[in-house]
């Protein structure tokens, strides 16, 4: 075949790869009224997978693509190159039947770019679509290494009949502005009630704050909850105890006492009974499942870790799975 011949074949080849890309441009644009961040991604894939079978075209394509596509929103060389990557990345199957259309398409790439497998970038994926999360919020859960440290937790968290299974993480992050491990007790508090909005994200759904150092006359003295919150998911209300230190099994004799006094003085008829969470920075889980056993009240031990500790907490759990 001669030369001419076959830039003839190939150029007829990209018309008609370049009317497909129009068409599905064209005919999802209509749709695109009614759903439109599903029907832009679902037409991404599709012009993606087109550009990923015209491997014999190289660079070219794409360029030539980008100036005849000019005049459609979205038909950027960059754009395009993206479409490539994201085609590649998943599976038909993956974009049709997981959240992956109903994630706006900056998080989606921003997801692909951040995480190193593909198994990670499904997990957080879906994450981001059960918990609603934006673009800025899914980046900071990859930078505090959440997929990692659920694939280094077996158990969420140390807890006993509790309303609700996994209602606290085993470990939180702390990412927040102004905290730090040379805070005190007091400042810490102050600092999560200052990013609260953060902090009410990272308990999870259904929590609302009732108050800091939330005051109980108790007998004739006056008792300090550090942290009060009520959860209308779980409709109880939950004392949560914060210690700058590692977790000690005296610990639990104060949780408990603050559990039964909100039971006692705050509890309605419509209320299931009050859950207790301990906040420690670090816990031995032998040393925790002794100090629960045998109790009867909703309560849990769960660790935090400041961001600039994650890295060699992350190895050291993940070399021991």
């Not at 927040?176 to 999870?204: A, H, M, T």
Request: aromatic content about 10%.
């Amino acid at each position: 075949m001669t030369k001419t011949k076959e830039i003839t074949i190939i150029e007829k080849d990209y018309l008609k790869e370049l009317e497909k890309i129009k068409s599905t441009l064209s005919s999802n644009q209509a749709k695109a009224m009614v759903v439109v961040n599903s029907t832009m991604i679902m037409t991404y894939y599709e012009i993606g997978t087109i550009i990923n079978q015209q491997k014999q075209w190289g660079n070219k394509f794409l360029t030539k693509l980008a100036l005849d596509l000019k005049g459609y929103h979205g038909m950027s060389l960059a754009n395009l190159k993206r479409m490539s990557l994201f085609a590649k990345t998943f599976s038909y199957y993956e974009i049709s039947s997981q959240p992956v259309s109903q994630i706006p398409w900056a998080t989606i790439l921003s997801i692909i770019h951040k995480c190193s497998s593909h198994e990670e970038v499904m997990w957080y994926i879906n994450y981001a679509y059960n918990n609603r999360l934006s673009r800025p919020e899914v980046e900071r859960e990859i930078k505090k290494g959440t997929y990692l440290l659920q694939l280094s937790n077996t158990n969420n968290s140390i807890q006993i009949n509790l309303p609700i299974e996994n209602m606290f993480k085993d470990t939180y992050i702390i990412d927040y502005p102004g905290i730090s491990k040379n805070n005190n007790e007091y400042e810490f508090k102050n600092k999560l009630l200052e990013n609260i909005v953060v902090f009410l994200k990272d308990l999870g759904e259904g929590f609302a704050l009732v108050g800091k150092e939330y005051e109980l006359n108790i007998g004739d003295s006056i008792r300090r909850i550090d942290l009060l919150f009520y959860n209308f998911k779980v409709h109880s209300f939950v004392v949560i105890e914060v210690k700058l230190t590692k977790f000690e099994p005296e610990n639990i004799g104060q949780l408990i006492f603050y559990v039964n006094a909100v039971d006692t003085f705050l509890k309605d008829n419509i209320d299931n009974p009050t859950i207790g969470l301990l906040l420690c920075h670090d816990a031995d889980n032998i040393i925790c499942k002794i100090s629960l056993q045998g109790l009867s009240q909703p309560l849990a031990i769960s660790k935090y870790k400041f961001i600039e500790e994650l890295p060699e907490y992350l190895e050291r759990k993940l070399n021991g799975i």
